[in-house]
């Protein structure tokens, strides 16, 4: 008779002193024997957090899931991991995602689970959980929490992050008071979920749609609509039976899959923190992808969605008009889809979209009259980043994304936040802002401040953008001609270390094109003068992190985190 090749049996199919110990400590809150038949044990890795109020519901999410398990013939096994939460977690969350990677990892590797439904919505909890869990490439589920409803103030439709950008600016022009302020705060997040704008949260869902490892409809279903539970309890019927089938995640997240999810990145006018994010989640599962994949991939891809803070709507309405599904079938239809990559649900992903509708085109448009032409990440390279940089055609100006202007730098968000509200400050709308010591070891962690509120004495004269360039990143929430991600980052010595008050710096977006106007021989002799910033912090985590994080353009992951260990099973811990 052959043996099951499932993990959980190598614990609770034993009969010996160890067996004993593993059931008997699992018996302890009313599981009876016939639990340990041999089915299939499920882990629910579970993000919930009060602290992350994006995934506050998470508890309710997870009931569906158990319930789903258990009608398809699993053993749910619920267990927390370290969740991000982008609104509270100083420095940023981007610094702890891969320390909550490491957490999924070995909570998935040490304990007896057969396969995982992974439970994520805010930014950063959505890569970390799918890094992890991809280390060890067992069958997989994430399910997304899904989006607040709509924001409503004064009889019109605002949105996380780009209202707020927006509303910030106001008030600092004087044109809002702090009292309506303050009202718009009550107004703009009324429900349970993440960020309702295409931002990285619903960014990421998307991505999770478009990679095959979530249901058909993942990204978008509203938080407190109850086919986000239908969905969730399909997710724990499905996992059982991907188990059953082997369907491990290293068949589903294949190069053609990253491809696929890389053009319908452009095609909602996704969040630039999908480049890191992706790039990470690839390398740890084996695949190798970096930043010229992006510009291949990226290539003749039109944004289709009409949503802020490249457009007007909110998830909601991208919901209603069919979300995900129309926007990969117009991909499909017009030879940007790799149909064949298979997903979660057991099917080609052609499958799940080939029939899905459209109920309003002014949300979701057709690919041959896109809301907004060739716009997917631009990849922009030059001696001022030898390594990559990265733009987002579909929220820039297109008057500023062939520029030449004179840098005004900053040498740190504190320099920057002590001299950006000066009258004195010499600077005009044809300046190019440049911010240093942001990127993943200068920050530590490299955090959403790319789009550098503009200097309030433009603001008052009308000036709405300018071209902005750091290390840093950018909320998916954000908007503006911002250069972001620029490699090698300024910590590391890059060219970025080195610009001055009054270089002349060139944008052309077209050619790819990001040059510093300095001579090399100058740029030798201040390079020989640079001096590397002492890290923030030299101990614990913040060590760890700074010492070995990667680049930008490699996911920002540990070193040693890249590459898959696989599902091993650790020795026993008597």
């Not at 911002?482 to 710096?505: F, K, M, Q, R």
Request: with cysteine.
């Amino acid at each position: 008779m052959k043996k099951p090749k499932q993990r959980s049996v190598q614990w609770f199919s034993r009969q010996d002193i160890y067996g004993f110990i593993y059931r008997s400590w699992t018996k302890n809150r009313g599981v009876p024997h016939d639990q340990f038949d041999g089915r299939p044990v499920i882990g629910i890795c579970n993000t919930w957090s009060e602290l992350t109020p994006c995934n506050t519901h998470f508890r309710v999410l997870a009931e569906h899931v158990r319930n789903g398990i258990l009608e398809a013939g699993g053993f749910p096994l619920e267990f927390p991991v370290m969740s991000l939460g982008e609104t509270l977690l100083r420095p940023t969350a981007m610094l702890y995602r891969n320390l909550a990677s490491m957490d999924v990892e070995e909570s998935i590797r040490g304990n007896p689970l057969d396969g995982v439904v992974l439970l994520a919505g805010c930014d950063k909890t959505t890569p970390a959980t799918l890094m992890g869990a991809a280390s060890i490439d067992l069958p997989t589920i994430l399910v997304s929490g899904g989006p607040m409803l709509s924001g409503k103030y004064r009889g019109t439709d605002i949105g996380s992050g780009t209202n707020v950008w927006s509303m910030s600016e106001d008030l600092r022009a004087g044109k809002i008071s702090l009292d309506e302020f303050h009202e718009a705060e009550s107004c703009m997040h009324r429900s349970h979920g993440h960020c309702m704008t295409m931002g990285t949260a619903s960014t990421m869902a998307s991505m999770v749609e478009a990679l095959g490892v979530g249901m058909p409809g993942n990204a978008a279903i509203p938080a407190v609509d109850a086919r986000r539970n239908v969905l969730a309890r399909m997710a724990g019927r499905r996992i059982v039976e991907m188990v059953k089938e082997n369907l491990v995640l290293s068949k589903i997240l294949t190069k053609p899959a990253f491809e696929n999810a890389i053009r319908a990145l452009g095609a909602i006018g996704g969040s630039t923190n999908a480049v890191i994010h992706l790039t990470a989640i690839a390398r740890r599962i084996g695949v190798e992808l970096g930043l010229d994949d992006f510009a291949r991939a990226g290539r003749g891809v039109h944004t289709l969605v009409n949503l802020m803070p490249s457009g007007k709507y909110l998830m909601e309405d991208f919901y209603y008009a069919g979300g995900l599904p129309t926007v990969l079938r117009e991909l499909g239809e017009n030879n940007l889809l790799n149909r064949d990559s298979l997903t979660v649900n057991g099917k080609a992903i052609w499958d799940n979209v080939k029939d899905a509708p459209c109920w309003n085109r002014d949300v979701i448009f057709p690919f041959k009259k896109p809301f907004k032409e060739n716009t997917g990440i631009s990849v922009l390279r030059g001696n001022l980043a030898p390594d990559g940089a990265i733009i987002k055609p579909s929220a820039a100006t297109p008057a500023l994304m062939k520029h030449r202007g004179r840098a005004v730098v900053f040498e740190s968000i504190e320099d920057f936040h002590r001299r950006i509200d000066d009258p004195n400050l010499d600077i005009d709308e044809r300046c190019v802002m440049v911010l240093k010591n942001c990127g993943p070891k200068g920050y530590p962690g490299m955090a959403e401040v790319g789009n550098m509120p503009l200097p309030p004495k433009l603001l008052r004269k009308g000036v709405t953008d300018m071209v902005r360039i750091s290390d840093a990143r950018m909320s998916g929430t954000a908007y503006g001609t911002v250069v972001l991600h620029v490699c090698p980052e300024a910590a590391a010595g890059g060219t970025l270390a080195l610009v001055e008050n009054g270089d002349t710096i060139e944008l052309d977006v077209t050619k790819g094109k990001l040059h510093l106007v300095v001579a090399e021989e100058i740029l030798s002799k201040r390079r020989k003068a640079w001096k590397a910033p002492k890290p923030h912090l030299e101990r614990g985590y913040w060590k760890l992190y700074h010492d070995h994080v990667l680049q930008s353009c490699d996911g920002a992951d540990l070193d040693f985190l890249v590459g898959k260990s696989g599902a091993f099973v650790p020795r026993d811990n008597h």
